[in-house]
């Protein structure tokens, strides 16, 4: 601890920023947007995603201004980045210079990377290209034996050389059977030795339509050809792979067929050389002088006050964005502060409690009527069964048959004449009164 130097935050982050971006460099990325963002300032802030991770990125007002595309959330893009940090918060992210649609784009970048991996290789090397022979007597011709292309190469062959014999290695020169087509007919060509040299190509198309040329078997084919191949893809702006592996580029087929029907012009072809050679050496030195420039130009950034600029913008912006969420949270949730206070009130009036009692009171009244109903129905059975009972075993009913029932002065019943005496007050009970009476 004593000899080992403590790292502020600030000097990590910064550290770990000139790590990344001295390390990595520029790279190529595909994703699809989400999270989008147009700040205010001119930035956007994005972030780009697949099924399994995502990065934040940032691309700056004087780079998004050239992108030819609008952005939008799910849009699959190709990128073109420099990997960076945001010191401040410590995030990985991208800072995004080119952005293109990823369809097209997709193309362009597996065209990069194969011609860098090609190269790298040395099959583009100028100093391994074969020079065309002096005397051309036979010509191969590998493209489709029904397109343009070899319609212009035989009539351009017939005009300026008759003498050249053709022969043509029919092929696909679109599609997914095309590559292999073509460099097995390179192969077939090395394998009959018959021709002097051979023409590879077809006429113009896009980018897909010309793939084939493009891809790795074929230049592969053309490296590792025998005969010296003349590479005639499409129109003069077209550039395929096929192109920096042949041993010289044509225009176009009919351009192909006039090299090699020329009348061994020696001076023209020493000038296409050197032409090739000094575009070569150009985009070499133009290579190399771009590299140190950006170079020079991340060494500017690291003391630049623009940098420094550029992160406070976006930090100002990823603040500014801040407020708004918490602006438009607290006013959505005073928004909904009195409606629920409404709520509340509305379960706390008693206006429900008022309707609830009367519902229960109204239903108590009912059950109270119909228990006494019942109840009422109930004595009332009991009491004509009572009153019957006491009719059957009533003095009353007896009396009424004729009999009476005889009571001393002290209202006891008699029922022998041992009871009383002579003299005594008696009473007897008939149906419709009493007789008093005397003992004699």
């Known amino acids: ?49 697949d099924k399994k991770a995502q990065v934040r990125c940032a691309m700056f007002k004087g780079n998004n201004r050239r992108v030819r595309i609008k952005p939008i959330n799910g849009q699959q893009v190709l990128v073109r980045a420099k990997v960076s940090l945001y010191e401040p918060r410590g995030d990985f992210q991208l800072i995004i210079e080119h952005m293109e649609d990823a369809g097209t784009g997709l193309l362009q970048q597996q065209y990069e990377q194969l011609k860098a991996k090609l190269a790298a290789e040395g099959l583009f090397n100028h100093s391994l290209k074969k020079p065309l022979p002096k005397h051309i007597s036979t010509v191969g011709v590998i493209t489709s034996p029904t397109g343009a292309a070899i319609k212009d190469i035989i009539t351009v062959l017939q005009r300026r050389n008759p003498s050249i014999t053709v022969i043509i290695y029919p092929t696909l020169v679109q599609g997914k059977e095309a590559a292999p087509q ?38 592969r084919a053309i490296y590792h050809s025998k005969i ?14 096929s192109d920096y592996a ?21 001076t023209l072809k020493n000038i296409q050389q050197l032409t090739l050679r000094l575009i070569s050496a150009f985009n070499h030195h133009y290579q190399k002088a771009r590299q140190y420039s950006k170079a020079l130009n991340y060494r500017l950034s690291l003391t630049e006050p623009k940098q420094k600029i550029l992160q406070q913008q976006q930090q100002l912006d990823n603040l500014t964005l801040r407020l708004r969420q918490i602006i ?44 006494c109903t019942h109840t009422f129905t109930i004595k ?41 005496n002579p003299d005594d007050n008696i009473s007897i009970q008939v149906s419709d009164g009493i007789i008093n009476a005397k003992v004699l």
Request: charged share 20%; net charge neutral.
């Open 1 to 49: 601890m004593a000899t080992q130097h403590i790292l502020q935050v600030s000097e990590l982050t910064k550290k770990v920023r000139f790590i990344l971006e001295s390390e990595l460099n520029t790279l190529w990325l595909t994703g699809e947007i989400s999270n989008f963002i147009a700040a205010s300032s001119g930035h956007w802030y994005l972030s780009l995603k």
């Open 182 to 219: 073509i460099a097995q007919a390179i192969e077939q060509a090395n394998i009959d030795q018959m021709c002097d040299l051979l023409i590879v190509g077809r006429g113009g198309g896009s980018l897909e339509d010309l793939w084939c040329f493009n891809e790795e078997q074929v230049v």
């Open 228 to 241: 010296p191949v003349i590479s005639a893809v499409g129109h003069e702006i077209d550039t395929t792979l």
């Open 246 to 266: 042949a041993d010289i580029r044509a225009a176009t087929p009919s351009a192909g067929a006039e090299l090699v029907s020329q009348d061994q012009q020696e």
């Open 328 to 371: 438009t949270y607290k006013l959505a949730e005073k928004k909904q502060k009195p409606q629920q206070l409404s709520q509340q009130l509305l379960q706390l009036t008693p206006s429900k409690a008022i309707t609830f009692n009367q519902q229960q009171l109204a239903q108590l009244q009912q059950r109270l009527v119909k228990a």
């Open 380 to 420: 009332s059975t009991k009491f004509v069964n009572l009153v019957e009972q006491l009719q059957l075993v009533s003095p009353l009913a007896t009396i009424a048959r004729g009999y009476s029932v005889t009571r001393d002065h002290n209202k006891r019943i008699i029922s022998s004449v041992r009871q009383v």
